[in-house]
């Protein structure tokens, strides 16, 4: 089994929950976040927290709707296509 649970809440933030130590978060300078003490976070997802990039719970008051459920395959047992970028 993982050592590292990411949980998409329904219309909510990332839950994630790890023994301690087990996740480095890194911000897009490579400054690290103090996790010291946590086994579980909750990444904001609805863009409106004040607190980035943990949720405040701003998605509760916004109304955010989020798109919880895996992608299903195609009709036909046909595989999605690979997702690309330029």
Partial sequence: ?????????RNG???VECPEGA?????AD???YDLTGKTG???????GST???FCDGTHSKIGFQGAEAAVKQA???EQL???TTL
Wanted: hydrophobic content about 30%; aromatic content about 6%.
């Fill in 13 to 15: 933030p990332y839950r």
């Fill in 75 to 77: 009709e036909g047992n």
């Fill in 23 to 27: 996740v480095s978060l890194v911000d």
């Fill in 41 to 47: 976070f909750s990444l904001c997802r609805c863009g």
């Fill in 1 to 9: 089994m993982a050592d590292v649970k990411i949980t998409v809440k």
């Fill in 30 to 32: 490579g400054n690290s």
């Fill in 51 to 53: 607190n980035k990039p």
């Fill in 81 to 83: 296509p690979p997702k």
